[in-house]
């Protein structure tokens, strides 16, 4: 099946500071999602990047679908951005087909 | 706002008790929806896949008796984790995709303890 790989596993950083976080997928994909899970479970859905660039606020992402990889910026950062960050893909022709997780990035924001 | 809602937040329960975790789809139709399964420290892990008004397609090492999924309505699928054990103890999530194109909405995920 597809591997999802993302770096760094762990990442700490003082308030203020930007960070850079990436996830290299093995095959072709159909979708690719950026999320956030809070302290008590929540996925937060950042991102749905197939391919391209978006952004929101201090976060952005950008999708290169023919290298195989996405990166999720994040600038300013916050203490609430603390949490684990997962890129997911999705296989398949059409949306409805299931995700893939990698094993996430734990970001701590230090004060 | 959520367009995917999950049910009961957390569970806390003995040893061989069957627990019913819900998860709706709140504006639109799901003919199929997804349930993970992730430990702690962990990352998620597709335990099957529900497909309304068929059986569930399970991921391999799963056990379908012991994890029963029913998707009687288009918004509605339901996982219940029979007989469960201090094992079984996890986080649950749902998913399901609004549109055929487009991203996967979460519920918020069930904590299941099992004493």
């Known amino acids: 099946g597809i591997q999802v790989e993302q770096s760094p596993p762990d990442l700490i950083l003082q308030e203020g500071a930007n960070s850079t976080l990436r996830c290299n997928f093995s095959d072709s994909v159909n979708n690719l999602q950026w999320f956030h899970q809070n302290p008590w479970g929540q996925l937060i859905n950042l991102f749905y990047i197939p391919s391209g660039t978006k952004q929101n606020g201090r976060l952005s992402a950008t999708t290169v679908a023919t290298e195989r990889y996405s990166l999720l910026y994040i600038s300013s950062s916050q203490t609430t951005d603390s949490g684990v960050y997962f890129c997911a893909v999705e296989l398949g022709e059409t949306s409805g087909s299931r995700l893939t997780f990698g094993e996430g990035t734990q970001l701590t924001v230090n004060p | 706002g959520a367009v995917v809602s999950q049910h009961p937040s957390r569970v806390i329960c003995k040893s061989g008790t069957s627990v019913k975790i819900e998860c709706r789809s709140l504006d639109f139709q799901a003919t199929t929806m997804f349930w993970y399964r992730q430990f702690p420290k962990k990352s998620l892990m597709l335990m099957a896949t529900?497909?309304?008004?068929?059986?569930?397609?399970?991921e391999q090492g799963v056990e379908k008796d012991k994890f029963l999924i029913n998707h009687a309505s288009l918004t509605l699928s339901t996982l219940t984790v029979t007989s469960a054990h201090p094992e079984d103890s996890s986080f649950y999530i749902c998913s399901a995709p609004r549109t055929t194109l487009g991203p996967q909405h979460f519920g918020d995920g069930t904590r299941l303890s099992i004493l």
């Open positions: 529900s497909n309304e008004g068929s059986k569930a397609t399970y």
